[in-house]
């Protein structure tokens, strides 16, 4: 099967795609193409957020949104892979990273279904609409992150008719993963800064670190709030 039919069966054929990974059919061939072209749409839809500021914004942030979606997914498997085997789970480190990674395949294409909005947004705001842009494309990481993290949470929950005295205890700890999986994200993004490029701001590949993701989103609603009064 090619890369582009790995990901047009997670798209079309859900059930069938989560079964092969249950059964471990070609998980090298899946977590290639899963790897592939996810960081094809996520460096396309960064191109475009990116895009808001300048051309090198736009380059610089289609390597940093698919580095970020990734890196996140790395540094959170290892605790859902170790706990999930002490309460029980038999599936591999390979089965479980092929899980995750159609979790990020999942949001990449439900951002590329976003980008034509996003697009028109870039093309008739202003620079000075900063604070509104940077806010939307929140909402939209948002939203797409959580249909992400809801599927994740449907393929990878244990079977109800498991008679395994820890099945609750491996739903609880997906649960908290998830969780642990969002904080991670929106901290590396903060770290990983700028992703769009603040108006009448020279290009940066990274900001100074301060603060956090909560205080940036604050700041920017208080500026359209300021901005609207």
Request: glycine fraction near 6%; hydrophobic fraction near 55%; aromatic fraction near 14%.
């Amino acid at each position: 099967m090619s890369y582009l039919g790995v990901f047009l069966e997670l798209l079309k054929d859900r059930k069938t795609f989560l079964d092969e990974i249950h059964n471990q059919v070609q998980l090298k061939t899946k977590i290639s193409a899963l790897l592939i072209c996810s960081f094809a749409c996520f460096a396309f839809y960064g191109a475009i957020i990116g895009a808001f500021s300048s051309p090198l914004q736009a380059i610089a942030s289609a390597v940093k949104l698919p580095a970020l979606y990734l890196l996140t997914l790395i540094v959170c498997l290892p605790a859902l892979y170790i706990f999930n085997v002490l309460f029980g789970s038999t599936k591999s480190i390979a089965q479980h990273f092929t899980y995750i990674l159609s979790t990020a395949a999942v949001i990449a294409l439900l951002l590329c279904g976003f980008a034509p909005v996003t697009l028109f947004f870039l093309i008739t705001i202003t620079g000075r609409d900063y604070s509104f842009f940077l806010l939307l494309n929140v909402a939209i990481f948002a939203l797409t992150g959580v249909f992400g993290v809801s599927f994740l949470h449907q393929a990878m929950r244990p079977d109800t008719e498991e008679t395994d005295s820890n099945v609750k205890i491996r739903t609880k700890i997906l649960r908290l993963w998830l969780i642990l999986y969002g904080f991670v994200g929106s901290q590396l993004g903060w770290t990983l800064r700028p992703f769009f490029g603040a108006y009448a701001e020279k290009f940066q590949v990274f900001r100074p670190h301060s603060g956090n993701f909560l205080t940036g989103v604050w700041n920017a609603i208080a500026n359209i709030m300021m901005g609207a009064g």
